[in-house]
């Protein structure tokens, strides 16, 4: 699946992701630049879907980003107030049944 964020398209979506990154490491919480599309919350019984555009149990808002603790091996989900525009995301530890699905790459630049 291609890259996106919920409601913001294009440049806008770009900036949106570099603006969040930017603020998540100003505050210590730095991450790397993986984009990913859906997180599988395994617990050996069955699976769990999270994903951009899922409302999270939580607060009933969409998540806009999966993205990547650098070095923790956790993940944050963000919401508009929750990561994005305010707050903290919420953060997520994968279980060993867990794993992360990325969005599609990026087609290779051609010069």
């Given amino acids: 699946m291609k890259f996106f964020i919920p409601y913001v ?8 992701w570099n603006r969040v990154r ?6 210590s919480l ?3 630049d993986r984009r990913i599309q859906a997180l599988i919350l395994g617990d050996g019984r069955g699976e769990h879907v999270l994903a951009v555009g ?3 149990p939580d607060c ?8 990547e603790a ?4 956790i993940f944050y989900a963000c919401t508009d107030s929750n990561g994005v525009e305010e707050g903290l995301p919420f953060p997520l530890g ?3 049944h867990g794993y992360a699905v990325d969005f599609d790459p990026a087609p290779r630049q051609l010069h």
């Fill in 30 to 32: 730095p991450t790397t």
């Fill in 54 to 56: 899922m409302s999270t």
């Fill in 70 to 73: 650098e070095g923790l091996g």
């Fill in 60 to 67: 009933d808002e969409p998540i806009l980003m999966i993205l």
């Fill in 94 to 96: 994968l279980s060993r």
């Fill in 22 to 27: 930017a603020v998540l490491s100003e505050l």
């Fill in 9 to 16: 398209e294009g440049r806008e979506a770009e900036a949106l």
